[in-house]
């Protein structure tokens, strides 16, 4: 996925192509992010080292993004807040929301501010405290 302007403006799929292209155009939502969540390898259900074939469990060993709605509950005051209210934080609308997990034990994400500066979030797969 490349994204430009926090929208997925190109993609491809060595598997599922046609699947990824009909996700993606299901409506304007669905190219833009709905969810970020960053799980560190020693979380508990990672260290089982199972693959369960359930998005509920399996999101929850590995880091992970949708594509599509986002979770208005997430925001302060979401759950009673209207789309275009939920879109002015930030939240994004769409018909869908999948999970594309994501992850090594050596992954390492560094945070970019606005001036530049960067901060180590991840670094050998843990949150860098």
């Given at each position: 996925?490349?994204?430009?302007?926090?929208?997925?403006?190109?993609?491809?799929?060595?598997?599922?192509?046609?699947?990824?292209?009909?996700?993606?155009?299901?409506?304007?939502?669905?190219r833009?992010?709905g969810?970020?969540?960053?799980?560190?390898?020693?979380?508990?259900?990672?260290?089982?080292?199972?693959?369960?074939?359930?998005?509920?469990?399996?999101?929850?060993?590995?880091?992970?993004?949708?594509?599509?709605?986002?979770?208005?509950?997430?925001?302060?005051?979401?759950?009673?807040?209207?789309?275009?209210e939920?879109g002015?934080?930030?939240?994004?609308?769409?018909?869908?929301?999948?999970?594309?997990?994501?992850?090594?034990?050596?992954?390492?994400?560094?945070?970019?501010?606005?001036?530049?500066?960067?901060?180590?979030?991840?670094?050998?797969?843990?949150?860098?405290?």
């Open positions: 996925l490349r994204f430009e302007g926090g929208k997925v403006v190109d993609f491809g799929a060595q598997t599922g192509y046609d699947a990824l292209k009909s996700l993606l155009d299901t409506d304007e939502g669905a833009h992010i969810e970020i969540a960053l799980i560190p390898a020693s979380s508990p259900i990672s260290q089982q080292g199972i693959l369960y074939y359930n998005t509920l469990f399996d999101e929850n060993a590995s880091c992970h993004m949708a594509l599509g709605d986002c979770y208005p509950d997430t925001t302060l005051g979401g759950e009673n807040m209207s789309e275009e939920v002015t934080r930030g939240g994004n609308h769409s018909a869908v929301h999948v999970d594309f997990m994501f992850g090594t034990p050596d992954m390492k994400i560094t945070g970019i501010a606005h001036d530049g500066g960067e901060t180590p979030v991840f670094e050998n797969g843990e949150f860098v405290l």
